[in-house]
C-alpha cells in the first residue's frame, strides 16, 4: 500500500460508496504494535509504539511520565465500572500481554508484564500483573480468563509453559493477594 500510494493515498475500494475501514498507525510509528493498537482500541486515543494505556506524552521505557495522572487513560473497562457494568476480560494468550493489559494497565514498556522485566531505572513504577490485581480498574474485573500465571506466582511456583512468560522474582503470590481481596 504504501509503496502504491503513500501515507495518506487511497486506494480504489477506499473511492466505494459504502466502505468500512481502519488505518492502523500510531503518533510514533507508522507500523503500530499490539499494545498501542489495543490501546487505541479500548481507550480511543493513539498513542506511542510499546506503551499501554497512557497518551502520546509517554515514551516507551518513560517511567516517570507515565506516572503523571494526566498521562494516564481511562478506557473501557474503567467506563464499564463506572456504569456499574461487570467487567471482564478472555484471551488466548498471558493476562498480562500487550493486547489485553490495555484494559487496565498504564505503562511505558508493554514487556513490563512482572517485575523481573523491569530495568533499575523503573522501580518506581508497577508491573502489569500488579496493576492487574492491585489498581483499578483491574481489582474490580470480575473474570480474568487466559495464560500467563508465572507473572502472577512466585518463582518455582510452576514451569513456564509459554516461553516469553515474565517469571515472577519478588516472592509475592498475586493470585492469593487477589483472592484475599474478594472475600
Known amino acids: ?27 510514533d510509528k507508522q507500523v503500530p504494535d499490539s499494545a498501542a493498537t489495543a490501546t487505541s482500541l479500548f481507550c480511543g486515543v493513539k498513542n506511542n509504539y510499546q506503551t499501554t494505556g497512557v497518551d502520546a506524552s509517554v515514551s516507551f521505557g518513560d517511567c516517570p511520565a507515565s506516572l503523571k495522572k494526566e498521562a494516564r487513560l481511562n478506557c473501557v473497562v474503567s467506563w464499564a465500572q463506572e456504569a456499574g457494568k461487570a467487567t471482564g476480560f478472555v484471551t488466548t494468550t498471558r493476562v498480562t500481554h500487550a493486547t489485553p493489559s490495555a484494559l487496565y494497565a498504564h505503562t511505558a514498556s508493554r514487556k513490563w508484564e512482572c517485575e523481573s522485566a523491569m530495568p533499575e531505572n523503573a522501580t518506581a513504577c508497577k508491573d502489569i500483573a500488579r496493576q492487574l490485581i492491585e489498581d483499578l480498574p483491574g481489582r474490580n474485573l470480575n473474570v480474568i480468563m487466559g495464560g500467563g500465571m508465572e507473572s502472577l506466582r512466585a518463582e518455582g511456583f510452576s514451569t513456564p509453559s509459554d516461553p516469553k512468560s515474565c517469571l515472577r522474582k519478588d516472592g509475592r503470590d498475586l493470585i492469593k493477594a487477589w483472592i484475599k481481596d474478594k472475600k
Open 1 to 27: 500500500r504504501i509503496y502504491k500510494v503513500g501515507e495518506t493515498g487511497h486506494l480504489s475500494f477506499e473511492e466505494f460508496p459504502y466502505i468500512g475501514l481502519l488505518k492502523t498507525y500510531i503518533v
